[in-house]
């Protein structure tokens, strides 16, 4: 961990910081280190998420092509389905809350116009 710097102190007679060299240094080892880490950090994306980030962009797209189904509503069902399944890790009593909350909300889009796609979720 980085020492701390004492705190702001004045010179009496010309107001001058008296640590301000100290703070100046601080701060360029903070940029230089920070500069590093960003850069490291870029270069783990670039190597890593990236070529996950692209492969599943071409899986939507390829959804898309085969199902003529908008990238927008296969994000709104891909969220519905991960919540399914991480309702399917909780307790008995957390996944009953979750089911029953997706049940309400889409009760609440269109009342009686809506299949129940909770109920087919939870049938699965």
């Keep these: 961990m980085a020492e701390k710097m004492a705190p702001e102190q004045r010179d009496g007679e010309t107001g001058e910081l008296l640590n301000s060299a ?42 898309k092509g085969d199902t003529d189904i908008e990238i927008a509503d296969f994000n709104l069902m891909f969220k519905l389905y991960k919540r399914q399944e991480d309702a399917k890790m909780m307790e008995e009593d957390d996944r009953a809350r979750v089911m029953d909350n997706m049940r309400e909300a889409f009760s609440a889009l269109h009342e009686g116009d809506m299949l129940d796609f909770v109920d087919v979720l939870d049938a699965a």
């Design 22 to 63: 100290n703070r100046q240094e601080c701060l360029q080892k903070a940029f230089k280190e920070v500069a590093e880490l960003e850069r490291q950090k870029e270069a783990l994306v670039e190597q890593y998420i990236k070529p996950i980030r692209d492969a599943i962009k071409k899986a939507k797209q390829n959804m």
